[in-house]
Each structure stands twice: as C-alpha cells, then as structure tokens.
C-alpha cells in the first residue's frame, strides 16, 4: 500500500510545495541463526617452516588456503583433515602476516599467523 504525503516547506520566507510517498514493507517473521564460528589454534606463531592448526573437525576433503593481508593467496593445497589437526609446510613463504583459510563440506574456519 502506497500512501502520500504533501509537504510544505518554509525556508528564509520563501514557500515550497513537495510531494513524497511512501511504501509499508514486510518484515520477515523468521529469523536466521548462523551457527558458533569455530575456534581453531595456529602454532607455533611466530612460525619458520611449519604451522600447526588444531580444533579442526575431520574433513575427506579440505581446501586450505594462506593469504597475505591484501587478500593475494600465496599458497593454497588440498588435503585430508584426520585427528582434528594440520601441519603445513611455510619454509617458502617471506616474513610476514598471513591468514590461513580452511574450507571443507564440515567447515570454514580462518586464523591469522605471523611467518618469521
């Protein structure tokens, strides 16, 4: 339902005649729950060769991604999670803060890490 309004408007002695409507919107009765983000420990940090992520659920298929702080992947792999953990080889990657990203059908988690 659409309903209208005629506005007048005084400004410095000067009249202005204005039309505006207005719309009524539906508020959705449902309301979504977004599930607790999982934490997850990066160690050791700072790292040299290797990082360790721990709390991870087991995954067949995980897609895990390191990016720099301007969101430029350097480095992404694909692997099984098994015993709720990963290790990651980094021996490549410069000094630097990075944020590594696990992606799987049972999760999505993400983790910031400083590479000495």
Do not use: C
């Not at 720099?68 to 021996?91: C, F, K, M, T």
């Amino acid at each position: 339902m659409t309903k209208r309004y005629i506005l007048l408007l005084s400004v410095f002695s000067w009249f202005f005649l204005a039309t505006a409507s207005a719309q009524e919107a539906s508020v959705p009765s449902t309301t979504e729950i977004r599930p607790e983000k999982k934490k997850v420990k990066v160690f050791p940090n700072p790292a040299t060769n290797v990082i360790n992520v721990l709390g991870l659920a087991n995954s067949r298929s995980a897609q895990i991604f390191i990016s720099d702080l301007y969101g430029n992947r350097v480095q992404s792999h694909q692997w099984e999670i098994r015993n709720n953990a990963l290790n990651i080889p980094i021996p490549t990657l410069t000094e630097g803060l990075y944020i590594i990203s696990i992606v799987s059908k049972e999760q999505e988690v993400s983790a910031k890490f400083y590479k000495k």
